[in-house]
């Protein structure tokens, strides 16, 4: 437990890591989050009237949570206090709370900023519940995981929720040129280093701002010093700091980036691994994951892709296959690279020896011509909602049945536009599970006929 005012100290320490000593200082030199903090937004307008509320940061690592904290702390009139959810306890809660008291009694306000909040246990959580309430503090907690799990119920209901996303490519690179410019980085020597570079290393460093900027400190620190003689008598040679490819792929371990995110290989290699899981080729597939990973493609860009093929190639086939994507989706979302390579590859074999039924994609795409023919095609009147009086004379609803009441579960109720009655979309196959649907589809088709007939 400490004040956080020692944050001021840090920037100007230049014994301190790269990212300590670029770390923002105020709300201009922040980068990324602007549904928060841009201008006009809802976060930006309580810092600078410094009437922040309790709140809760929720993101990933590396994207400003504690940075935005520490902003607050440099800009607000109450005194602000930094917990460790891992080295404080109960004890040290309730000493600080008791300060608040104090504090509240003659008219001074407490910030209170719990770094990790999910890591405090319920009884720990619960240490803060009543002077949250009576507002003897202003609660800040940031965490990676989801607060709606992680956080006590009654505590996180009188909390604000900020949702915190990933930094983009383009964030890590005004924050890795930035580190190169400012005085407190490296603006003060002549680094060299190509935009293809600063761009792979944006890619590698997956949305942390942490990794970016120490990823750069150890390319600095490893790149060849080139001695550049000077062109006056009398004045030193000029160093100069020359970053190659090379710098990159010895600190990071792996290989430059084999294509452009945006060029044909990336189009190219997506297109393998889809067609490889459509082949049921669980080892092609696996292949071609591990290449667009370790070449640092995003891996929530491979997730989602994942989870389309989970329904537009497997589909009612084997309704898992939908289900373990997504949960891969949200393991990517929670953990990033390298921890979820294991996630996607879990579903990337699923799913290629999953059977395969891409009559979803053919229902829709059958629907949709016919929709964008028959845009002006009025609802049927029996499936029409009528809330009010002159809707139900305008026989809105008149002929609904509700299936619920219907012995069969089933009304004889046509549901399309007239000048598209008795028209199919979904044309079950024979793979996997669907034939288990095709069975209950044509069965409610033969009901229907049925009935019609009566």
Known sequence: MSQISIFDSVNSNQNQPLAARMRPRNLDEFVGQKHLVGEGKVLRNLIERDSVSSMIFWGPPGVGKTTLAQIIAASTDAQFINFSAVTSGIKDIKTVMQQADKMTAVGARTIVFVDEIH?????????????????????????????SFEVNG?????????????????????????????????????????????????????????????????????????????????????????????DFEQCTSRRSLLYDKQGEEHYNLISALHKSMRNSDADAAVYWLARMLESGEDPMYIARRVTRFAAEDVGLADPRALELSVAAFQACHLIGMPECSVHLTEAVIYNALAPKSNAMEVAYNEAAADANKNLAEPVPLQIRNAPTKLMKELDYG?????????????????????????????????????????????????????HKKK
Request: charged share 30%; with cysteine.
């Open 119 to 147: 890591r405090f246990n319920k009884a720990q959580q619960d240490a803060f519940l009543p002077f949250v309430e009576k507002g003897s503090i202003v609660l800040i907690g940031a965490t990676t995981e989801n607060p």
């Open 398 to 450: 008149k002929g609904y049945v509700y299936a619920h009441d219907t012995e069969d579960k089933i009304a004889d109720m046509e549901c399309l536009p007239d000048s598209l009655r008795g028209t199919e979309y979904y044309h079950p196959g024979n793979q996997g599970f669907e034939p288990r649907f095709k069975e209950r589809y044509e069965s409610i088709k033969k009901w229907k006929e049925e």
């Open 154 to 246: 009654a505590l996180l209901s009188r909390c604000k929720v900020f949702v915190l996303h990933q930094l983009s490519e383009e964030d890590l690179a005004e924050l890795i040129r930035n580190a190169l410019k400012d005085p407190r980085g490296f603006g003060e020597q002549d680094v060299r280093i190509s935009d293809d570079v600063i761009s792979a290393l944006a890619t590698f460093a997956n949305g942390d701002a942490r990794t970016a900027l120490s990823t750069l400190e150890m390319m600095v620190l490893n790149a060849e010093r080139i001695e550049e003689p000077s062109s006056a008598a009398g004045e030193k040679n000029k160093e100069i700091i020359n970053i190659t490819t090379e």
